[in-house]
């Protein structure tokens, strides 16, 4: 099964890591695969790379290569994005927001995502860290994309009426820090909307170390329950979670695959997990 994106270069520094979810450093091995150490925390059960490199080194990860990569994918990319927000009844749930409302879109890519917003009518902003992928749709598509992180970013205060952020959460050395900014970023009542692997889905429990998302870039690997931990611990209400996926393609016949993935999908085992969250109505601070 062929495995997401991921490069680790020859050469990184490493740090160890401490759980992002409850600051333990009690932890269990999970599982290794190219190179890179899983451990799961003792007291949380969060999935999380330790040691790893530090942030500098894992920054350099994202350039021309990555570029390549989202630039060859970013019309599949595009439609599973468009799938999960019809999946949450995106336009109904937003149609009543104050006008002008704006998007973002942090680990934006190219920016197709944001060129469809746009033509729905919302202010867009995006945000990636692969310069090269920034350059490409503010320069092709005329969408304003921030190259760097969403923190150096630096937005205004309650800005947005929605954080999109998808297959992004688990690549981010401070998940806790990044979902404060999102906070913070956001309007009260505002959404975030959040798209990451499913460490217990049905595909990581057969796959163990060749499941797809067991990669260097990866350095968290969320679950319903720690996902949902972080999210009602800063400050958001998640009103739904929908997963999929329930068998990779190529690894059952279709009439297999077909069932699994529903049943997937209706008990939550799926491989890939949303989340709908509410951002909680007191004013952000700074
Ligand atoms: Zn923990």
Same mark, same amino acid.
């Given at each position: 099964m062929p495995k997401t994106y991921s490069s680790a270069p020859a050469g990184e520094r490493q740090e160890t890591a401490t759980c992002a979810?409850?600051?333990?450093t009690g932890t269990l091995p999970f599982l290794s695969s190219a190179g890179c150490r899983f451990v799961r925390c003792r007291s949380c059960s969060l999935v999380y790379q330790d040691p790893r490199p530090v942030f500098e080194d894992l920054r350099r990860r994202y350039g021309a290569g990555y570029f390549s990569y989202e630039l060859e994918n970013e019309a599949n990319f595009f439609e599973l994005m468009k799938l999960g927000l019809r999946d949450i009844d995106f336009d109904a749930l937003t *149609?009543? $927001?104050?006008?002008p409302r704006a998007f973002l879109d942090v680990g934006?890519?190219?920016g197709m995502l944001l060129a469809w917003m746009r033509e729905k009518g919302w202010t867009v902003r995006g945000v990636d860290l692969c310069r090269e992928s920034a350059q490409y749709g503010t320069g092709n598509r005329g969408v304003p994309i921030f190259a760097g992180t969403l923190e150096e970013a630096? $937005?205004?205060?309650?800005?947005?009426s929605v954080a999109h952020f998808s297959h992004l959460i688990e690549h981010v050395p401070d998940p806790r820090g990044f979902i404060a900014e999102v906070r913070r970023v956001l309007a009260p009542g505002g959404f975030a909307v959040v798209t990451t692997p499913n460490i217990d889905g049905f595909q990581a429990r057969l796959f163990r *170390?060749?499941?797809?998302?067991?990669?260097?870039?990866?350095l968290t690997l969320f679950s319903r329950r720690t996902l949902g931990r972080l999210l009602d611990e800063s400050g958001f209400a998640v009103r739904r979670i929908v997963t999929w996926g329930g068998l990779a393609r190529g690894t059952a016949p279709r009439f297999i695959k077909g069932p699994a993935d529903a049943l997937a999908k209706k008990w939550g085992f799926g491989d890939v997990m949303l989340f709908l969250a509410v951002r909680d109505a007191s004013p952000s601070r700074g």
């Open positions: 979810l409850c600051g333990s *149609e009543g $927001f104050l006008r934006c890519a190219t630096g $937005f205004p205060a309650g800005f947005f *170390e060749a499941w797809r998302s067991a990669i260097p870039d990866h």
